[in-house]
C-alpha cells in the first residue's frame, strides 16, 4: 500500500481531503476524530520525508480551514470562547508531527544509503584483496627465502636452518610460511618438490 501512495502521490491529497471531511461531518473543531485526521501527515511525513510533510501539513491547515468555516468556527467565535491558543495550537500541531515523523524516516534514509555504501566498500577492499594476493602470489621469492627454501630441500629442521643462516627460528618459521604462500603450497614436501622442478628446469 505505501509503495503505491509513494508511486501515486495523489491517493495521498485524497486522503487529506476525506479525513478534512470526516471532521466537517463529525462537528469540526469538536469532532472526537481529530486525532485520527493527522494520520494522513504521518504517512507523508515517512513516504516522502520533509518535503512531504511541510507540503501535507500546508495541505491540511488549508482543508481544515476550510471545515472549520464550513462548521460556523471563526476566529471571534474562538476569542470569544477564549480558545484562541487552541485554535493557534492545532496549525502549530499539523506541522510539528509531520516534521517530527519525517526527521526518523529521514534518517533511515540515510542509514541504508550508509549500509549500501558500506557493501561497496567492502566489495572494493574484497577485490583489493584478491588483487593483492595474486600479485603476492607472483612475486618471486627474496635471498632469503630462496636460502631456507633450499635448505628445507635438504631436508633440514626449522632449527637446522636457522642455526646455518644465524637467525631465530621464529623467524625462519615465518619465511616457511611466506614461502609456501607465495607459492600456493600447502607442505614442506610440495615446497622440496617445487624447488627441484625449478632447478631442473634451470639446468634443461
Known amino acids: 500500500m505505501y509503495e503505491k501512495v509513494r508511486k501515486v502521490p495523489l491517493l495521498l491529497s485524497i486522503d487529506l481531503i476525506f479525513h478534512a471531511l470526516i471532521l466537517f461531518i463529525s462537528g469540526g473543531w469538536a469532532s472526537p ?3 485520527c485526521g493527522l494520520s494522513p501527515l504521518l504517512t507523508s511525513a515517512l513516504l516522502f520525508k520533509f518535503k512531504g510533510a511541510i507540503y501535507s501539513a ?3 491547515s488549508m482543508l481544515y480551514l476550510l471545515e472549520l468555516s464550513g462548521n460556523r468556527f471563526s476566529i471571534a467565535k474562538f476569542v ?3 480558545q484562541l491558543d487552541s485554535f493557534i495550537s492545532d496549525f502549530v500541531s499539523f506541522f510539528l508531527v509531520a516534521i517530527f515523523f519525517a526527521y526518523p524516516s529521514h534518517l533511515l534514509d540515510q542509514l541504508e544509503e550508509s549500509k549500501q555504501e558500506a557493501g561497496l566498500v567492502k566489495q ?3 577485490q583489493a584483496y584478491k588483487r593483492l594476493d595474486l600479485a603476492y602470489q607472483l612475486v618471486p621469492l627474496s635471498k632469503r627465502e ?3 627454501l633450499r635448505l628445507i630441500s635438504e631436508g633440514k629442521s626449522n632449527k637446522e636452518i636457522a642455526e646455518a643462516l644465524f ?3 621464529s623467524t625462519i618459521k615465518t619465511h616457511v610460511s611466506s ?3 607465495k607459492l600456493n603450497l600447502k607442505s614442506r614436501s610440495e615446497a622440496v618438490a617445487y624447488f627441484y622442478k625449478e632447478e ?3 639446468l634443461n
Open 146 to 148: 630462496m636460502d631456507v
Open 167 to 169: 637467525l631465530s627460528k
Open 179 to 181: 614461502i609456501l604462500k
Open 124 to 126: 572494493d577492499l574484497e
Open 58 to 60: 500546508t495541505a491540511y
Open 80 to 82: 470569544q470562547m477564549k
Open 33 to 35: 476524530f481529530f486525532l
Open 200 to 202: 631442473n628446469a634451470s
